[in-house]
C-alpha cells in the first residue's frame, strides 16, 4: 500500500534522482556538495590548528562544540528570517557571511596571528552563517522541485551531506598534511562561492507580504506555537528527539569503539566512519522508495529496532569487518529516520512558517544527538564502552515503542496552500498596525442534541485557531440558552489579527466548515470584533500627541 497516498507514475518516474531533472534544484544541489566539503575540511583544519596553537584536549573538542553550538542557537530566529524574507536574499546572505569569515581567518592564520580563543570564535561565526543559510535552503526545496518529488529531494540532501562526510574529513587531513591547515581555512572560503553563485542565478519569484514584517521575536513564537499545536510537526519533533538521544553513541563513542573494542588506530576510526556514511548515502537513495510502499510510521519503527540490533552488535563485536557492517546499518536507519520525519514536517507545514517548522527540526535532531552524546559518554566512562553501546541499542529499539503513544501523522498529502478570505470585516475604527488587543467573538447556533459532537469539533477549532495566532482561545455555552455556543479568542494587535487571516490553507476550512455544519443559521455565523480597551490604556486626553497616527485599514480579503 503507498504510504503517501496516489502518486502519478509518470511523475515518480526516475526514482531517487529525479528531482535532478528539475535544472534549478540540480544546479543548487551540485554547489551544495562542494560547501559542505568545505565545512567538513573547516573541522578538520581548525581542530589541527588547535592542536598546534594549545595542548590542551578541552580546547581541542572546543571546535567541535564551535560549530555545532549555532546550529542550536542561529537556526530557529534564521528560520523566522527566511519565513518573513526572500529565502534567496537569506541564503545567499549567510553563505556570503560565511564565506568572508573563513577567508579572513585564513588571512590572519598566514600571519601567525590567529590564538586558541580566535580559532574558536571564527568557527564560531562560520558555523552562524551556515546555520544561518540552512533553513532557507531546505524551506526553498519545495519552490524548486513539485511536490511529487519532494521526498527525493530532501533525500539527495542529507546525501549531498553524508558524500562530503564520508570522504572529506579524510581529504581535508590530506590537505592539512600537504600545505597546511591555514590553507584549508581559504579552500573552505571558495567553496562556498559556488553555492552563492548557484542561489544568484536562481530567479526565484519572491512575493512579498501585503503585511509589514513581524517583529523577530513575534515570528519565532508564532512558529514556536504552531510547531505545538500541529500535531503532525510536534510528534515529528519529538520523535526525532528521542531518536537523536538514543542513537548518538554510534558517531559520538566512535574512536573509542576504535580503540577499546577494536583495538585499533585512528585509520580504524575513519574506516568506521566511512562505513557509517556509506550506509547513510546508500540509505537515502531509497527514501521515496519506501514511502510508496510502507507508512512512515512503520518505516520508523523498523528503522529504530534494525538502529538497535547493529548498535547492540557493535557493543559485543570484536571484528572490524562485522563493526563496519553495522556501522553501514546505523548509517542507513539512522539517515532514512531522519529524511522520512523531515519530509513530514516539510509537507505538514504550510509555506508561511515552513522554515521555522524546519530550523526546530534541525534543533531537535541537533540538541538530541549533542546531549544523547554527552549522557552516553558518561555512562561510557561509568561502566565501560560496550555496555553504553548496548544499552544505547536498547533504548533505540525501545523508541519504536513510542508509536503506539505518540503516533506519527498519516502521509496523506494535506492542501497546506494560504487561501484567501471571501469576505473582509467592517472597521469604523481609526486602527493602526500597532493597535490592540483585538478581541474576536463567533456565535454559533446549536442543537443541544447535537452539543456533545460540536464541542468535539471545536476542539479542533481550537488546534487551528492557536496554530495561525490565536491567544486565549476559549468556548461557552449561554445558560439560557443552551443553543447559543460563543466562540472567543485574542490577537495581540491588528497587525497580528491581519496575518491571521492570511494564513489560512484549504485544511483550515475543511475544520471551519465541520464546525459550520452544526449551525443552525447556516454559514451566517454572528463575528464581532473588538478592541480592548484595559484599564489605565486610554489617553488622557483627545488631543494627546499619537505617533502611530496613521491609520490602516484591513488590507485585503
Not at 6 to 17: K, L, M, R
Not at 80 to 103: E, H, K, N, P, T
Not at 409 to 419: C, E, G, H, T, W
Amino acid at each position: 500500500m503507498a504510504g503517501n497516498g496516489q502518486v502519478d507514475q509518470e511523475e515518480t518516474a526516475g526514482g531517487a534522482f529525479a528531482p535532478l531533472r528539475e535544472p534549478v534544484f540540480c544546479r543548487i544541489w551540485s554547489a551544495s556538495l562542494f560547501s559542505n566539503f568545505g565545512q567538513l575540511f573547516l573541522g578538520v583544519g581548525a581542530a589541527w590548528e588547535m592542536t598546534r596553537l594549545s595542548s590542551s584536549p578541552s580546547m581541542v573538542a572546543l571546535v567541535q562544540t564551535a560549530m555545532m553550538v549555532p546550529l542550536m542557537l542561529v537556526t530557529l530566529p534564521a528560520g523566522a528570517i527566511a519565513d518573513m524574507f526572500d529565502r534567496r536574499r537569506i541564503a545567499m546572505s549567510g553563505l556570503g557571511f560565511s564565506a568572508v569569515c573563513a577567508a579572513i581567518l585564513a588571512g590572519i592564520s598566514h600571519f601567525d596571528l590567529v590564538t586558541p580563543w580566535l580559532l574558536l570564535a571564527f568557527c564560531v561565526m562560520i558555523g552562524a552563517g551556515v546555520a544561518f543559510y540552512s533553513p532557507s535552503w531546505q524551506a526553498s526545496i519545495p519552490e524548486q522541485v513539485s511536490r511529487a518529488h519532494l521526498p527525493a529531494a530532501v533525500a539527495l540532501g542529507t546525501i549531498s551531506y553524508n558524500v562530503a562526510r564520508s570522504f572529506g574529513p579524510a581529504l581535508g587531513g590530506l590537505i592539512v598534511v600537504l600545505y597546511g591547515a591555514r590553507s584549508v581555512f581559504g579552500m573552505t572560503s571558495l567553496l562556498y562561492l559556488p553555492l552563492m553563485v548557484a542561489f544568484f542565478l536562481w530567479r526565484r519569484e519572491h512575493v512579498p507580504s501585503r503585511l509589514p514584517p513581524e517583529r523577530i521575536d513575534r515570528a519565532m513564537i508564532g512558529g514556536a506555537r504552531y510547531a505545538l499545536h500541529a500535531p503532525a510537526i510536534r510528534t515529528a519533533l519529538l520523535r526525532v528527539l528521542c531518536f537523536g538521544l538514543t542513537t548518538a553513541t554510534a558517531s559520538a563513542l566512535a574512536p573509542l569503539i576504535a580503540k577499546d573494542l577494536l583495538h585499533g588506530n585512528a585509520a580504524t576510526f575513519g574506516i568506521l566512519l566511512g562505513a557509517q556514511g556509506v550506509g547513510a548515502v546508500s540509505g537515502a537513495l531509497f527514501v521515496s522508495a519506501i514511502r510508496e510502499r510502507i507508512s512512515t510510521e512503520m518505516a520508523v519503527r523498523i528503522f529504530a529496532v534494525g538502529s538497535g540490533i547493529a548498535l547492540v552488535g557493535i557493543g559485543f563485536s570484536h571484528s572490524l569487518i562485522l563493526t563496519c557492517a553495522a556501522f553501514l546499518v546505523v548509517g542507513a536507519c539512522n539517515i532514512l529516520t531522519v529524511a522520512m520525519l523531515n519530509v513530514t514536517v516539510q509537507l505538514s507545514a504550510p509555506r508561511w512558517v515552513t522554515a521555522r517548522a524546519l530550523s526546530l527540526f534541525s534543533s531537535a535532531i541537533t540538541a538530541g544527538i549533542g546531549i544523547g552524546a554527552w549522557g552516553w559518554g558518561v555512562v561510557a566512562g561509568e561502566y565501560s564502552v560496550a555496555f553504553a553501546v548496548i544499552a544505547s541499542g536498547i533504548a533505540v529499539s525501545a523508541t519504536a515503542l513510542l508509536g503506539f503513544v505518540l503516533p506519527l501523522a498519516s502521509d496523506q498529502i494535506l492542501d497546506n496552500d494560504s487561501v484567501e478570505l471571501g469576505h473582509e470585516p467592517e472597521v469604523e475604527l481609526a486602527l493602526t498596525m500597532r493597535s490592540g488587543p483585538i478581541v474576536v467573538e463567533v456565535d454559533y447556533d446549536v442543537d443541544p442534541d447535537r452539543a456533545r459532537d460540536f464541542y468535539g469539533a471545536m476542539m479542533k477549532m481550537q488546534g487551528m485557531r492557536k496554530r495561525i495566532g490565536a491567544f486565549q482561545w476559549s468556548i461557552a455555552r449561554d445558560i439560557a440558552n443552551p443553543a447559543l455556543w460563543t466562540e472567543r479568542y485574542h490577537c495581540p494587535t491588528w497587525g497580528d489579527y491581519l496575518r491571521m487571516r492570511d494564513r489560512y490553507t484549504q485544511a483550515d476550512f475543511v475544520i471551519q466548515a465541520e464546525v459550520d455544519a452544526f449551525n443552525r443559521s447556516g454559514h451566517a455565523r454572528r463575528v464581532r470584533r473588538r478592541l480592548e480597551r484595559p484599564f489605565g490604556s486610554v489617553r488622557w486626553k483627545a488631543d494627546s500627541y499619537d505617533p502611530h497616527q496613521e491609520t490602516i485599514g484591513f488590507i485585503g480579503p
